[in-house]
C-alpha cells in the first residue's frame, strides 16, 4: 500500500525539480545600483565589478555622488554601447542583455583619467 506515496513523492520531486530547471538564465535580471565616489582624488564607479551570467537582463541605476566639479560623469561599456552622462543628482536608469560573455571595460568616456572597472559576463 506504499507504492501510490512512493508514486506521489517521486512525482512531487520531478515537478518541483522541472520548474526549477524552467528559471533559464535567459529569463533572469539582476539590479546594481553603481555609485560614483571620489576618494582622495581619484574619481571611479563603485561596484567596479559587475558579475553577472550570460543572457541577464542586467538593470543599472547609475548615481553621480563625486562632490567636486564638474558635476557630470560618463558611465560607458563600449563593447554594449552603452554610453551615458550621470549628472550630480539625477541617477539614471541603464537597462541592457548580457548577451555575449567576456570582460568589458567599463569607463568614463568624459574623462580618460576615471578608474575604470569591468563588466564580467559569464558563459
Ligand atoms: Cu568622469
Given at each position: 500500500m506504499r507504492q501510490p506515496l512512493v508514486r506521489l513523492a517521486l512525482v512531487t520531486v520531478l515537478v518541483l525539480g522541472a520548474r526549477v530547471g524552467l528559471v533559464r538564465a535567459e529569463d533572469a535580471s539582476m539590479s546594481f545600483t553603481v555609485v560614483n565616489v571620489e576618494y582622495e582624488g581619484s574619481k571611479m564607479w563603485t561596484p567596479a565589478t559587475l558579475v553577472v551570467k550570460k543572457g541577464t537582463q542586467v538593470k543599472l541605476k547609475l548615481v553621480n555622488n563625486?562632490?567636486?566639479?564638474?558635476n557630470q560623469h560618463g558611465f560607458a561599456i563600449p563593447a554594449y554601447n552603452i554610453a551615458e552622462i550621470v549628472t550630480r543628482g539625477e541617477p539614471k536608469m541603464v537597462e541592457f542583455k548580457a548577451d555575449k560573455d567576456g570582460v568589458f571595460p567599463i569607463i568614463c568616456q568624459l574623462h580618460p583619467a576615471h578608474v575604470g572597472g569591468e563588466l564580467v559576463v559569464l558563459p
Open positions: 563625486v562632490p567636486s566639479d564638474p
